[in-house]
């Protein structure tokens, strides 16, 4: 189905595939905005040193130097969250806050590419920020509006797996780890390299086998309610702690805030939610809820779409918010390339209008601007070759409707004939009137 | 208004800003759409030769390195020629001709910042271009398309200057130029230099006197009609030309050319077209109608829709079209710099709705799903602060209307008072039924 881009992890689509990638992004952005989530866009470049400068995790940026000779100080950004911290701290002055806002812009990853994995793709963001205090409620909405998003398109069933950061700090400094950040960064890798990878990275770290052992039992964990706070709580009893009295209120809190948030999703868009405590997320900025989302059957795609809650969106501290990412290209990819999703039409015109001859060309543009003004798309034929010709050219862009005007001499200009190219129904017709079944109208995204 | 964008060249938008442009963008998508257009749309990145190798012109290109290591092959596009040339030579074979397409897409230029001139802009793309003969009527159909996306937006009036490229080579070569091009390249500049300016460049090139005089008379002729014909004629007959039969009959054959596109447009869009014989455009690929757009009383910004008819899109030969492109996001820059446009608010939300108190949140969050449901775009209040408070947010936000749940002991849900804030008028309301005014249910852009 999907034609291979000849320019490994730079996806390209056909016009077809467009259409199915169009309809995604246009209902990212009708649910965002229905939300309250208000548009925005950067530009596709930051200095270097707020791409991560030298450190190592940087050398997946692109870099641009120009030919007339600047130096170089740009790269392309990877993320739109990088950007949207500049934006904040840059608008500060003007913006209202909690400021409530989607962003759906391609990113650039210098990534060896594979599967789903590119080096271009779309990112579709939304956040919430505040100027001081983020309520806990806004952790749960940002999940349900990408929930909501993600049921509005025609996908699998998305489930999004959720936990607390405050959850797992209380729990792993409780259980003796010093380096909470290392150990999760481990724990994050648990899909790939399994538990036995992880404790022997924890061990690496210097964490016992007890405390290995208990961490990976807490990210077994995982309920579509409430009730995995009782687990958590069992696990700590049967656990040898530090009796570290901030740790053990951490962890209540964490289990408090993760079990109101699985409740309140669910509660909101039925059956998405799980409390799953082996979500780790690699970054370290997060402070609260995490997220990632596997659909239903296609759980080797990865996360589509994750996130967390933060307490500092920019550099300086300040700006607290939560915000979900969902990777579009990899979805896209998927679905066009499993034939899951396809367009009912490669092209938008619902009609094609016949020429009768080069002399009567007129007569057909005028037809076209009475269904354009109608909102039906629709073309003239670019030759007045025989009927037949002009038919077959139609079936091969795959326009559902020929429209064979009157011959000039014999009345209304708008008046003529229509015809169904699948059935062969051919039906008298008047250009100011006449609508194409809602169906044949637009092209529409179906499952294949 | 606007503000300036911290990265020369690389302008950010306002929210509200941004749904200006969206509007120009939606609009555009709109009116090519129902034109028969597809959209596609290609990778940010070619191959550098792509670009135009090391010459002179590529000076503008932003060449892309990883920090990882890859040697420099790849820069930014600069247009959406380059990649469009790439995609339809790659995809003959499954491509439907002529193929009709747009697309609209960021490019890059590393060229010196001004006003009006960015380093990182939108363009809107359309072109059709045919395997092997493409009909003359198309140069005007692409010219419609463009006039009407371009009535379709609140600009100030297009106007569409037209030359064609044969009348203009039949001409020059018959009065004795050799160098056709180098020769469009100076009266390319004829806006910028003046025609002292232009003359001088001529002279330099070779060009004799005689014939430098003639083809800047032949530059000041315009007609909205085709009365511009007999004028080339009347100044062919009193200049001494070199009896060039096959010069001449170029000649010919471009007035007549120019004299149907210019009538074919202004039939459709009337007042639109106007021949102009001083329109250049400086490349050289072009070989028919050859397009300029200013807007009235803009004629500074330059032109803000250009391009023409050229015999080969792809360097091999074959696959002639014709195309024009929209400046986007000069456009943008002027019209929300001088507050020309404006968005009636810079949110999506037509509602806020208030919250009682924390533990009725779920009531308000019910309300807003059922307002959503009915696609009225709505935000639940963050806190539940006095309702002046509340309210006050609302208008710091832009948010039209607030509604009031009914305290959750009496009564349905769904039902309470809603208040045009503006006004201060409330009613009760039902959020399964009420409606905001058409006016309000999303933001609108307006003339300022």
Redesign the interface.
Known sequence: MS?L???SG??????SE??V??HLLDTLREVF?????????????EPLERLGGEAEA???????????G?S?EFG?HFDLTVPFAR?VE??QG???F?F??FQIQ?V?R?ERPQEGRFR?FYQADIDVV?RENL?A??EA?VAVVMARALAALPLPTARMRMNDRRLVEGFYRGVGISDVAGALRSVDKLGKIGAQGVATELAAQGVSDSAALAILELAKIQSPDASFGQAVVDLWETTPTQGDEQAQSLLAEGINALATLVESVN??VPGTAIADLSIARGLDYYTGAVYETTLEGHEDLGSVCSGGRYDSLVAGGGFPGVGMSIGVSRLVSRLVSRGMLVATR????AVLVAVID?DN??SS?TIA?RL?AR??????S??AAKFGKQIQYAD??GIPFVWFPRDGDDGEVGAGHVKDIRSGDQVPADADVWVPPADDL?PRVVRG
Chains 1, 2 share one sequence.
């Open positions: 034609r881009a000849p320019l730079f996806p390209e689509w056909s016009p467009r259409i990638e169009t905005a229905l939300h309250g989530f208000g548009e925005i866009e950067t530009r596709a470049i940087s050398k997946e940026v692109y870099v641009l130097t120009r030919r007339g600047d170089a392309l934006y840059e608008r003007t913006l209202q909690p409530r806002r391609k650039w210098g271009e505040a309520p409620h806004l909405e509660a909101a490669s092209v938008p015109s080069e060309r007129g543009d601007s354009r909102g039906i798309a629709c073309e003239v670019p030759t091969r862009r637009k």
